[in-house]
Nanobody
Framework: QVQLVESGGGLVQPGGSLRLSCAFS????????VGWYRQAPGKAREMVAQ???????TYGDSVKGRFTISRDNAKNTVALQMNSLKPEDTAVYYC???????????WGQGTQVTVSS
């Protein structure tokens, strides 16, 4: 049984930083592609960043140059370092995992990020 648990959300001022963490429980973490997604009120869920088991990364256009995704396969965790935060980054951030070649998506419960002065 795969479970993902996010942590690290909170309230931050514009221009500030936050670091989100996604803890994976289950087997064979290294074969999972893990992504961070976000959903703001009234908007569709969007991909923020994702990382393959080998460390290949993809970013959404709105966060390129500001956010960095990383993973530690020994600790079964994926982090999202968010810098230069803007009010439009306010959303619930979700972690998603899918095994390479798999069809099932596993989602965490989400963590709220609010950027406001």
């Amino acid at each position: 049984q795969v479970q993902l648990v996010e942590s690290g959300g909170g309230l931050v001022q514009p221009g500030g930083s936050l670091r989100l963490s996604c803890a994976f429980s289950g087997s064979m973490f290294s074969i999972y592609i893990v992504g961070w997604y976000r959903q703001a009120p009234g908007k569709a869920r969007e991909m923020v960043a994702q990382i393959t088991g080998g460390g290949g990364t993809t970013y959404g256009d709105s966060v390129k140059g500001r956010f960095t995704i990383s993973r530690d396969n020994a600790k079964n965790t994926v982090a999202l370092q968010m810098n230069s935060l803007k009010p439009e980054d306010t959303a619930v951030y979700y972690c998603k995992g899918r095994a390479l070649g798999g069809r099932l998506d596993y989602w965490g419960q989400g963590t709220q990020v609010t950027v406001s002065s």
